[in-house]
């Protein structure tokens, strides 16, 4: 069974950036997408960005030109890099892989603060 497993988060001031690691016990190829989620306290779950196993990548409106997500295959690790980091991106993040057969697995969350 693959693992994924957050790292990366923290407290940052407005306009600072963090860059979120996913780390995955497998081949990241075993994975038909990953993606990286938030969840703030009161808030639905939703996908911020995703990258699939063909390289193409996809976006939320709210993080779009802040936000990009790439591969490392050779690591089998995806990044999340944030800049321009505002107050509403505080949450948790949580990296999302779903294999080909649907399966679906999830790391433990990382949070990302972002407060003068």
């Known amino acids: 069974q693959v693992q994924l497993v957050e790292s990366g988060g923290g407290l940052v001031q407005p306009g600072g950036s963090l860059r979120l690691s996913c780390a995955a016990s497998?081949?990241?190829?075993?994975?038909?997408?990953v993606g990286w989620y938030r969840q703030a306290p009161g808030n639905e779950r939703e996908l911020v960005a995703r990258?699939?196993?063909?390289?193409?990548?996809s976006y939320a409106d709210s993080v779009k030109g802040r936000f990009t997500i790439s591969r490392d295959n050779a690591k089998n690790t995806v990044y999340l890099q944030m800049n321009s980091l505002k107050s509403e991106d505080t949450a948790v993040y949580f990296c999302?892989?779903?294999?080909?057969?649907?399966?679906?697995?999830w790391g433990q969350g990382t949070q990302v603060t972002v407060s003068s």
């Open positions: 990258i699939m196993r063909g390289g193409s990548t």
């Open positions: 999302n892989g779903v294999q080909r057969d649907a399966t679906v697995y």
């Open positions: 497998g081949s990241i190829f075993s994975f038909f997408a």
